[in-house]
Every structure is written in structure tokens, then in C-alpha cells.
């Protein structure tokens, strides 16, 4: 299934990102547990302005913005009354309109079938493809929308073929908030060439449109006692794409840190050159929009109970520049104990700014913010509720 994906980057897609950025007012779009949140900040990116909440007392797993109209807005929620739905507004927020069809699974026979939980990650279809956007759901299932989240349809064959569903598991399954597919992403060169990951289920790439896709898990550990060939034990818990290099991919895993240069099909560990008495187990990923071999963690306790806190209550964000050889300590304006909170793994986002803004909120409802790639932290939020995601956008 690897090929090589050598082609250049479209010079429209990625000319000067940073200036425009510079001139740009970059927003903030929070998902938490009961409601969505839009920080708007000034050019400097010191001071921010509050819209929300958004779907007050809803449970919102992901906002994300359209980046080719630069105006729309998709909304997971899923309300009391109306269980898992999708919401979408063309006017930046100020008003919303539920899809007429959310993603649901196709019906089967009774006690065959599965209901769709809560879809948990939006992604916005390839720039030449207006309209089109992907969704992953709890239970996995992927989805896909081809009128900008009116409605939406099961993608490919994965939501139902045999083979997928063993690796995908049962609902009993592991994740603690229930299994998802998470992770959708589309090559900013190839609307053909897709990946997606699981939790737990592995990782997979289509190169042919989603009409197929295969395992792309060669390298990865897991759990000690499971069965590494075994892809229902694989547990990715976030995949990014280099935006300046869309033939490296880095992982934030159950089992460690991990890169993958294509087009090798086999990752590689970069997470052991973290400090021992941190290690390399967390959940969110953030990569640099221009240099892949920068990129950012969010560790957390990896400890046999996982505890899912900061380590020793000393929260840092991890930062390496050259690929995963070396990892930097970023912690300035951070408590220095007692702060037990964690970042899941939608909850940490970058701008395309110079230099670069980092964002992450927290399981304790507090979101912080770095204006220069993460030297220095500020908190720009505190007592919200447990914050879901967190994604940086340039409205137009």
C-alpha cells in the first residue's frame, strides 16, 4: 500500500501563510461538555474577545471551520432531546442550523446493528472538493458529507465489512468515553489519498478514494501480552500531517510517540528520547504549518493506573526541532505543582502565525495560550467546562 507521495505542495495552499497570518485575527473555537466557545483575539494575539456559550449544556466533541470558504462552521453535538447530531452555521456562529441528516449507521436487523454515540471529529474535504466533508463517529464509523453537513452518508465500505469490524472491537472496549474514529485526513495533494485512525483499531490509508483502505501499523507497539499483528490491539490516539511535508506523518500512541516518512510504511519510535520520569504517553499532536521536523506534545501520567493527569502535577508542553531527536521542556507561566489536569487528544492546536500560536485546553476547563511557540504560557480562560477541542482559525 505505500507509494511515494513526492509531488510539491500546490503554491496557492502554502504561499506565505505566515504573513497573511500576521495580518489576520486569529479565533479560537473550544468544544467542551456543555457547550462551544469562540475566543476572537486582536493581531498581537494579547487580548481576547468571548462568544459563547454555543449549544449551552450540550456535550460538543469538535468545532471546526471551513478553510475554503473561511466562513462556515460545523458543530458535533449532542443534545438531551436530539442525541447525536451535526450543526452548521455560514455566518461565523451567529446563527446555526441542524444537519438534516447526521451521520447515522445504516439499519440492520435487530441486535445486529450499532446507533452512533456522538460523532467526534469533522474534517473538512480536499480544497478542490467545496462541499465535501468527512466525520468520525462513537462506535468508529466514518461518514461523509458532500453538501457542506446538511446531510451525510456512510464512506467507504468500513462501517460494515467484517474484517473492520473485529479490529474495530465493542463498546465495551478500552476507551473510557467509548471507542472513535478520529484523525481524518485528506492528502492537501491528492483528494484520493486518505488516512484515518482508531481508538482502538489501528491506522489506515486509501489511496484509491476510499473505495479501499489497508492497516498502515508496522512499527507500533502494543499493550504488553496483545498481539502485535493483532490490529484490534493497535490504539492511535492522534495522527497529524506535516502541512509543509505531507509525506511525514507523526502519532501520539497509546504506546509512545511515533514518526512515519513516506514512503516507508514502517513508524518509527521518536518518543523514547523523552525525559524517563515523564515518558512519551499522551493524547494530543500539534506539528508546525512550514518546518516538519517541529512539532509539540502534551505528556501526560503513564503510569500502570493511568491516572490521566500532568505528571507529578507539574503540567508542560514537550517540543522537539529536529524530528523527534531531542524534546525541550516548555512550562514557563504553568503551575509548578498541584495541577492535575491533562489535554485530550483534539484539545491542542497551532496557528499559522510567525511565530507560531499554540493553544490547549484543559480537562479542568481552563485554556492557555502561547504567542511565541510555547517560550511562555498565559491562561486566557479559567472555569469553563471540561474542554473536548480546541482548533485555531482565520475567519474571512
Known amino acids: 500500500m505505500a507509494r511515494s507521495m513526492q509531488r510539491a505542495v500546490p503554491a496557492r495552499a502554502s504561499a506565505n501563510p505566515a504573513r497573511r497570518a500576521a495580518r489576520s485575527q486569529v479565533s479560537i473555537l473550544l468544544a467542551t461538555r456543555k457547550g462551544a466557545w469562540l475566543f476572537h483575539g486582536d493581531p498581537a494575539r494579547r487580548t481576547w474577545r468571548v462568544d459563547g456559550p454555543h449549544f449551552h449544556g450540550h456535550v460538543v466533541n469538535h468545532l471546526m471551520r471551513d478553510p475554503r470558504d473561511g466562513t462556515t462552521l460545523l458543530a458535533a453535538a449532542k443534545t438531551g432531546h436530539l442525541g447525536p447530531t451535526i450543526f452548521r452555521s455560514t455566518n461565523r456562529g451567529r446563527t446555526w442550523k441542524e444537519a438534516a441528516r447526521p451521520p447515522a449507521f445504516t439499519k440492520a436487523p435487530e441486535g445486529e446493528g450499532r446507533a452512533v454515540d456522538h460523532t467526534f471529529w469533522l474534517a ?9 466533508w ?8 466514518l461518514f461523509r458529507s458532500e453538501d457542506a453537513g446538511v446531510t451525510w452518508a456512510p464512506f467507504s465500505s468500513i462501517n460494515d465489512d467484517p474484517q473492520y469490524r473485529k479490529w474495530m472491537g465493542t463498546v465495551q472496549d ?3 468515553d467509548g471507542p472513535k ?7 492537501p495533494r491528492d483528494p484520493d489519498h486518505l488516512y484515518f485512525a482508531m481508538s482502538g483499531g489501528g491506522v489506515h490509508e486509501s489511496v484509491d478514494g476510499g473505495r479501499t483502505f489497508a492497516p498502515l501499523v508496522n512499527g507500533l507497539a502494543v499493550v ?6 493483532e490490529v484490534t490491539f493497535h490504539d492511535p490516539h492522534c495522527v497529524r500531517l506535516c502541512p509543509s511535508n505531507p509525506d511525514r506523518l507523526y502519532q501520539q500512541n497509546h504506546c509512545g510517540i511515533y514518526r512515519l516518512d513516506r514512503p516507508s510504511d514502517t513508524w518509527v519510535r ?10 512519551d504517553i499522551g493524547f494530543p499532536m500539534v506539528v508546525h504549518p512550514r518546518d516538519a521536523d517541529a512539532a509539540w506534545v502534551f505528556p501526560m501520567d503513564g503510569t500502570t493506573v493511568w491516572p490521566r493527569t500532568s505528571p507529578d502535577g507539574k503540567p ?20 509548578r505543582e498541584q495541577a492535575w489536569w491533562t489535554v485530550k487528544r483534539q484539545a491542542m492546536a497551532a496557528d499559522a502565525g510567525e511565530p507560531v500560536g499554540l493553544y490547549f485546553g484543559t480537562t479542568s476547563g481552563e485554556l492557555w495560550a502561547s504567542r511565541d511557540e510555547g517560550t511562555r504560557w498565559t491562561c486566557i480562560a479559567r472555569h469553563l467546562p471540561e474542554i473536548y477541542a480546541v482548533e485555531a482559525a482565520v475567519f474571512r
Do not use: C
Open 181 to 187: 474514529l478520529h484523525s481524518i485526513i485528506v492528502d
Open 124 to 132: 473538512p474535504g480536499h480544497a478542490s472538493q467545496p462541499g465535501v
Open 270 to 279: 521518536i518518543g523514547t528520547r523523552m525525559p524517563k520520569r515523564v515518558g
Open 134 to 141: 468527512f466525520a468520525g463517529t462513537s462506535p468508529q464509523g
Open 316 to 335: 508542560a508542553v514537550y517540543a522537539t526541532r529536529n524530528a523527534g531527536r531531542t524534546w525541550q521542556r516548555l512550562d514557563s507561566g504553568m503551575p
Open 174 to 176: 478500552g476507551t473510557p
Open 224 to 229: 504488553e501480552g496483545f498481539d502485535v499483528d
